[in-house]
């Protein structure tokens, strides 16, 4: 008999990202996946062959631990003109794998055992387990009405242990943004406080209806506590890369990097080269907003079709629904009927939350498709 007895888990109450286990389930079904968001067009060719070019230059061992310089000079200059901020290329900007390995590490670098995070639920998956690796305390706050943040909520649950407060603007699930009213709040609610923010920005430039993108970066009073974290693979469409970025002033910088460099060590190099050219055209992100916005109202136009109610879609790339019309399963088991029975996966929201409302009927669906991919699931939407 062995007498190997298997370690305690660190995360006894997690199971799989119902991310994979939604696209799973799209794939054995044979269902359209507007489940987990990813793009389904093809990338721009000219920056696969950037990486390409790349490549047979020659470009292919280990790139500078916090990432290659010309990428970081590029970034900073796209922050520069963006939102008139100097972040120091050197300094003050890593690159990463992936805007979740940057939430990770901001997290593992910063969070002692005993501090409390606050987390504005629904929160993308990754926030509490994160938080809990490192013995911290994941301190959960709603958002409001119509998936708006509630500023008095957050503010509510400040205590003296608080270490971390992280928002997300456009908002994944939710589709919601932060204005410049709510990070108002913000700073005053951090002032005076030791309170570091990590801001999840990762769908910067999925804004619509010409509403301005509310970083972080733009109040001095966040940005000297702030992570701010962006994704290449959310705004390129090539989020199987696994790239993003991490900006933050140097103090902060330095302790991120100490974790960065026993993490990753550094992120793939061909890639890096191919995005530093990319980015000297500020057209490839500035037709973002107009890209997804026209996907956004071609869904929304075909939702109303439905008996689905959309909620109100500001940014990111994905619309909620509210389906009580249709079905009164609890969300999870809806979507999984739903995959099976109507061809098309959509991603629940109470795994979003540590205590799911009960009797939310919420249903999340990516619009990062071809028209025709969009067209298809709303034929079978329809048929509801
Ligand atoms: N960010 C993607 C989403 O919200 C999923 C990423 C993942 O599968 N971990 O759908």
Same mark, same amino acid.
């Given at each position: 008999m062995s007498s190997f007895h298997h370690p305690k888990s660190k995360l006894p109450t997690v199971g799989t990202t119902i991310f994979a286990v939604m696209s799973k389930l799209a794939n054995e079904v044979g269902a359209i996946n507007l489940g987990q968001g990813f793009p389904d067009f093809p990338i721009d060719p000219k920056l696969s062959a950037l990486v390409h070019a790349a490549m047979q230059l020659g470009h292919n061992q280990y790139a500078p631990m916090p990432g290659l310089l010309a990428l970081l000079e590029a970034l900073s200059a796209k922050v520069q003109r963006l939102y008139d901020v100097t972040y120091e290329p050197a300094s003050e900007i890593t690159v990463t794998a992936g805007g979740t390995q940057a939430i990770f590490t901001a997290i593992a670098a910063t969070v002692h055992a005993g501090d409390e995070v606050i987390i504005v639920d629904p929160a993308y998956d990754c926030y509490a387990p994160s938080v809990e690796l490192f013995g911290g305390k994941p301190i959960h706050v709603r958002l409001g009405s119509d998936m708006r943040f509630d500023a008095d909520a957050v503010q509510a649950a400040i205590t003296p242990r608080t270490r971390m407060l992280m928002i997300n603007t456009p908002h994944n699930p939710a589709g919601t943004i932060?204005?410049?009213?709510?990070?108002?709040?913000?700073?005053?609610?951090?002032?005076?406080?030791?309170?570091?923010?990590?801001?999840?920005?990762?769908?910067?430039?999925?804004?619509?209806?010409?509403?301005?993108?509310?970083?972080?970066?733009?109040?001095?009073?966040?940005?000297?506590?702030?992570?701010?974290?962006?994704?290449?693979?959310?705004?390129?469409?090539?989020?199987?890369?696994?790239?993003?970025?991490?900006?933050?002033?140097?103090?902060?910088?330095?302790?991120?990097?100490?974790?960065?460099?026993?993490?990753?060590?550094?992120?793939?190099?061909?890639?890096?080269?191919? &995005?530093?050219?990319?980015? %000297?055209? $500020?057209?490839?992100?500035?037709? *973002?907003?107009?890209?997804?916005? !026209? @996907?956004? =109202?071609?869904?929304?136009?075909?939702?109303?079709?439905?008996?689905?109610?959309?909620?109100?879609?500001?940014?990111?790339?994905?619309?909620?629904?509210?389906?009580?019309?249709?079905?009164?399963?609890?969300?999870?088991?809806?979507?999984?009927?739903?995959?099976?029975?109507?061809?098309?996966?959509?991603?629940? &929201?109470?795994?979003?939350? %540590?205590? $799911?409302?009960?009797?939310?009927? *919420?249903?999340?669906?990516?619009? !990062? @498709?071809? =028209?025709?991919?969009?067209?298809?699931?709303?034929?079978?939407?329809?048929?509801?």
């Open positions: 932060l204005r410049d009213a709510d990070m108002m709040r913000i700073v005053e609610m951090l002032h005076g406080t030791d309170i570091i923010l990590l801001s999840d920005e990762v769908y910067e430039h999925l804004v619509f209806d010409g509403e301005p993108h509310a970083s972080a970066i733009n109040y001095p009073e966040l940005r000297e506590r702030a992570f701010v974290i962006f994704s290449f693979g959310k705004v390129f469409h090539t989020t199987g890369w696994k790239m993003g970025y991490a900006l933050a002033p140097k103090e902060l910088m330095v302790e991120f990097r100490k974790v960065h460099q026993f993490n990753v060590f550094s992120v793939n190099t061909p890639m890096q080269y191919a &995005l530093a050219e990319y980015l %000297k055209e $500020p057209l490839h992100y500035e037709q *973002l907003p107009a890209l997804y916005q !026209a @996907k956004r =109202d071609r869904f929304l136009a075909g939702l109303k079709r439905t008996e689905f109610k959309p909620l109100a879609c500001e940014g990111s790339y994905f619309q909620v629904a509210e389906y009580s019309a249709i079905s009164d399963l609890p969300d999870v088991e809806f979507a999984k009927w739903f995959a099976r029975e109507r061809g098309v996966v959509g991603i629940p &929201l109470s795994p979003f939350y %540590k205590d $799911p409302p009960e009797d939310q009927r *919420l249903i999340r669906f990516c619009f !990062a @498709k071809q =028209d025709a991919t969009l067209d298809a699931a709303i034929e079978k939407l329809c048929a509801t």
